[in-house]
């Protein structure tokens, strides 16, 4: 079935409400420093705190420069050049695979010493490599030219540390090559001296957990101690040499929003270690490409489409999208610690925030307008159980007009004009307001539409414009409580010295136009066609009949659960053909004997049998307060001995 155009206004006006939302969340998760900033502390809370243990490195190991290690030496920095000589003897003589040497040769020490380590230098047979930099900042021209002599093209590595430009982190490997002279970064520099081929790209470091929370992720030994330890502690490893001291050569990596140590403010070497085994071992940062940033906030941002196109409310869609959002943080979280990916969590709760916002702005708008139409325009006409059900399914209202089958009811007061003439203006509204508030109850409890008043007189429309299954069965049921109620009414007004008259209910159903018709300025939902004229006429025979209640043909055919007894086949003025009119009777008059001797008479009526007259009279005998009968008494005394009646008037 294909949808209507309304629906697919809706639906393409959500759709893209949702790639407006992605487009926006990813563009400022990207761009606005303080968004991407949080994304980075989400990631970095997992990655510190949360990600899965792994057994300490087998392939890499460092040779501290402590501050034990200096205090054997009279200066600090540089450091002892003939200590940096036998160390590189020491670690080739104990099997090294490959040594880095993270420390600056780029100014002279004691001459003797130098010398002992530029010729170790060029003789050692182990693959080496020292830090190296070329970038102004930070080397000068002197330092340059003195490094450039002191350490070989082929044994350098570039120290430099990408850090992140909004908070300092560092996060990413140094590529290298990245100007005239520059080799390649220290991690790419080890992995060529074993044979592995790198990319030239910065790669997103992968932090190797710790094993445990008293185990580093590789092993550390005291530069100075190394002469003294097992051979296999080295033999086959890459070491790695540097300083691990108090106060220099810190750096910040994302283990700095949890913890306060080491894990926080990371000595450069540590750093360089945790890249040289990423790249070693071939492991890739946990964290999405950007492609799944994209493809995951769209997801969000259709969740929050969804939600707004279920309309129900700024509060449901706030408190739903507010448990979605927080369950996509704890399980981003906690399922990180067990292998889950290090997913976006900024980017897909903008998504959905947006989202939803947008789409209470554009869509819940209109509804909300809608909503207002409908409270404003059927308020007045039907309950409030109605006017909630035209808000959640304004699909059921045509505002426009729509051809339908419905049922109506006409109820008026007789003689309410002479009334109104003998009674003063206040006691007149106070009657009348009475009376009206009573069946008006009745209407609404029924489901029914006040069409409009015209004085005393009710329109009432079942079957829009909520529909009813039961329509006609309910303008019965409430014509017939109308009856009692408007009879309870006029015995008690009439004991108070107000004469008020019966009210006469005419009942029918069929097809008609409903809809809000008028002008621009007013506009009154209400039904047009001859369905609603015949509905009237049939109120206005009451009074012929002596009946209170006149129903016809086609209403008594779809009730199944209400009796009637048939005042005739009438021919109303202006028509030719004729129309079985009915009288509703209540479920204990119709198991009543009176109800039974009725229906007996007037099948001889409908027979025409001649004996119908007798039997008419013998009616009137047994039920003398049957006003129904009388009629039809009057009809056999003047020789109309059959159910036909042809109406002179209305």
Not at 23 to 35: E, G, I, N
Not at 89 to 108: H, N, S
Not at 318 to 326: D, M, N, P, Q, S
């Amino acid at each position: 079935m294909a949808m209507p155009k309304k629906k697919l206004k809706e639906l393409g006006t959500a759709l893209g409400v949702a790639l407006l939302a992605t487009v926006l969340a990813v563009a400022a998760t990207k761009y606005l420093t303080f968004l991407s900033s949080l994304e980075n502390i989400a990631a970095d809370i997992r990655v510190s705190a949360l990600q899965p243990p792994m057994p300490q490195s087998k392939d890499v190991v460092i040779a501290a420069i402590t501050e034990e290690t200096l205090s054997q030496f009279q200066y600090r920095s540089p450091v002892d050049r003939a200590f940096l000589a036998n160390l590189l003897k020491t670690l080739e003589k104990k099997g090294a695979k490959a040594i880095g040497v993270d420390v600056l040769l780029d100014q002279p020490t004691e001459e003797v010493k130098d010398e002992l380590l530029k010729k170790t230098i060029r003789e050692i047979k182990t693959p080496l490599f020292f830090s190296y930099s070329n970038t102004p900042t930070v080397v000068n021209e002197d330092q340059l030219a003195y490094m450039n002599d002191f350490v070989p093209e082929d044994k350098r590595g570039g120290a430099n540390l990408v850090t992140d430009p909004f908070d300092g982190t560092v996060r990413w490997t140094f590529a290298g090559e990245t100007n005239p002279g520059m080799p390649l970064g220290f991690p790419r520099k080890v992995a060529k001296l074993v044979g592995i081929e790198t990319p030239k790209r910065s790669q997103e470091i992968a932090w190797r957990a710790q094993p445990d929370a008293e185990t580093p992720a590789f092993p550390v030994y005291p530069s100075h101690a190394l002469a003294v330890m097992p051979d296999d502690w080295v033999k086959g490893k890459i070491v790695l040499v540097g300083g691990i001291l108090s106060i220099t050569d810190r750096h910040r990596t994302p283990g700095a929003v949890v913890f306060d140590d080491d894990r926080g403010m990371m000595p450069g070497i540590m750093v360089q270690a945790h890249g040289v085994s990423q790249l070693l071992e071939g492991r890739e940062h946990p964290r999405l490409s950007f492609e799944w940033v994209i493809a995951l906030t769209l997801a969000f941002a259709l969740l929050g489409m969804a939600i707004g196109l279920l309309k129900k409310g700024i509060a449901f869609s706030v408190v739903v999208g507010a448990v979605l959002i927080a369950g996509w943080w704890v399980g981003s979280m906690l399922g990180f610690t067990y292998g889950f990916p290090l997913v976006p969590l900024v980017g897909p709760t903008l998504g959905l925030a947006l989202s939803l916002w947008m789409m209470d702005t554009l869509i819940g708008g209109a509804e909300r307008k809608q909503r207002q139409f409908v409270q404003g325009a059927f308020s007045r006409y039907v309950s409030p159980d109605v006017v909630n059900q035209l808000v959640d399914n304004p699909e059921a209202l045509t505002v426009k007009g729509d051809r339908r089958e419905v049922s109506f009811i006409f109820t008026d007061v007789a003689g309410f004009t002479t009334l109104s003439e003998g009674l003063t203006a206040e006691k007149l509204s106070e009657t009348l307001n009475a009376y009206l508030d009573g069946a008006c109850q009745i209407i609404l409890d029924k489901k029914g539409t006040i069409d409009k008043f015209i004085g005393d007189a009710i329109m009432t429309i079942f079957n829009a414009p909520i529909p009813l299954e039961d329509h006609c069965e309910r303008a019965v049921r409430c014509a017939l409580e109308i009856d009692q109620y408007a009879e309870d009414f006029r015995k008690r007004y009439n004991a108070n010295g107000i004469p008020i008259g019966v009210t006469r209910i005419g009942i029918h159903c069929g097809p008609a136009v409903v809809g809000n018709f008028g002008s621009h300025q007013r506009m009154d939902f209400t039904a047009l066609g001859d369905t609603v004229n015949t509905a009237a006429r049939c109120e206005g025979v009451n009074k012929y009949f002596g009946t209170r209640i006149c129903a016809t043909q086609p209403i008594v055919d779809q009730c199944k659960t209400v009796k009637f007894r048939p005042i005739g086949d009438v021919v109303l003025k202006g028509k030719t053909e004729a129309v079985t009119l009915y009288n509703p009777v209540t479920d204990e008059f119709a198991a009543s004997p009176a109800y039974t001797d009725y229906m007996d008479t007037y099948a001889l009526l409908k027979g025409e049998d001649p004996n119908s007259s007798d039997a008419v009279r013998a009616l009137k005998k047994k039920y003398p307060d049957d006003p129904l009968i009388d009629f039809h008494l009057e009809r056999v005394e003047s020789g109309l001995c059959t159910a036909r009646v042809v109406m002179e008037d209305k």
